[in-house]
């Protein structure tokens, strides 16, 4: 369920939907961080890449596709963020 409900918050998002964002902001959060913490333990760098991940979506909407592949690409945003750091 939360899967076809982040389908619908990027499609929201892409279209110009603030809300969606921050929707999807709060849905991943916890998960990036725990993420973020296993490839790089300082806390605070990786609390800054995540708030990086979503500011560079914002700059980036109107480049961006719609996916069914959200999460991975949050992840993975996050992941090339904190090894470019």
Same mark, same amino acid.
């Given at each position: 369920m939360k899967?076809?409900?982040t389908i619908e918050l990027w499609q929201r998002f892409i279209i110009g939907d603030d809300d969606a964002l921050s *929707?999807?902001?709060n849905c991943y959060v916890h998960e990036l961080y725990?993420?973020? @913490? !296993?490839i790089h333990g300082d806390d605070y760098l990786v !609390?800054?890449?995540i708030?990086?991940?979503f500011i560079n979506l914002i700059n980036q909407r *109107?480049?961006?596709k719609l996916t069914d592949t959200t999460? @991975?690409?949050l992840f993975k945003s996050l992941r090339? *963020? @904190?090894?470019e750091e």
């Open positions: 899967h076809l409900g *929707k999807l902001y725990s993420y973020g @913490l !296993k !609390k800054d890449c708030q990086e991940v *109107k480049n961006l999460p @991975l690409y090339n *963020k @904190l090894l």
